[in-house]
């Protein structure tokens, strides 16, 4: 396979419900390897987030406003078609430790299968952020632990203002 002599854009994208400080290293280190990054949040009818789209693109843009080529969507449907239609050529995913393995080797197969002409590009996040998940963090704070360490201060506040809805 010949290296394009074009700028690389690739797409981060994800649930992002809500954006973690994980989230954030790996946007930062795609940042630094690719010229243009759109961290784009899925419109998932099927799941019942926490923020909704609108919100996690707000929360996402302030918290990213310092990243120059770092835009961000949102996206439904098919990720290869969305990426097809940014002019993307890659695909940026993080692995966080082996659990996260076999999830995203399916998804990277799959879309290869669908899309050939695009790589999935996997990230380590660094392993001070190994144990961070969005889900955790919405249980963490939850149950009134701290998250001050785990999510941007902006995500911090927007959690504050979110009254949790009871689990049963
Ligand atoms: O942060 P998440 O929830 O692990 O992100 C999952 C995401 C958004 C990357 C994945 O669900 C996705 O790409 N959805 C789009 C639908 C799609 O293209 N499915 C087929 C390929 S696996």
Do not use: W
Request: charged share 25%; with cysteine.
């Amino acid at each position: 396979m010949e290296r394009s002599p074009q700028p690389v854009s690739a797409i981060y994208p994800g649930s992002f419900d809500p954006l973690t400080n994980g989230h954030l290293d790996v946007i930062s280190r795609g940042a630094r390897l690719f010229e243009r990054l759109t961290v784009s949040v899925l419109r998932n009818a099927a799941k019942e987030p926490l923020f909704s789209v609108d919100e996690r693109v707000a929360m996402l843009r302030e918290v990213l406003s310092h990243l120059p080529n770092v835009e961000v969507d949102c996206f439904e449907g098919l990720l290869v078609r969305y990426a097809t239609q940014k002019n993307a050529t890659v695909i940026v995913r993080g692995i966080r430790a082996v659990s996260d393995y076999e999830y995203e080797l399916q998804m990277a197969l799959m879309n290869r299968r669908l899309e050939p002409a695009i790589e999935t590009v996997f990230l380590m996040a660094g392993e001070a952020f190994s144990f961070i998940s969005s889900r955790l963090v919405k249980e963490v704070y939850h149950l009134g632990g701290d998250i001050g360490a785990l999510v941007p201060p902006a995500v911090e506040l927007r959690l504050r203002q979110k009254t949790l809805k009871p689990t049963c």
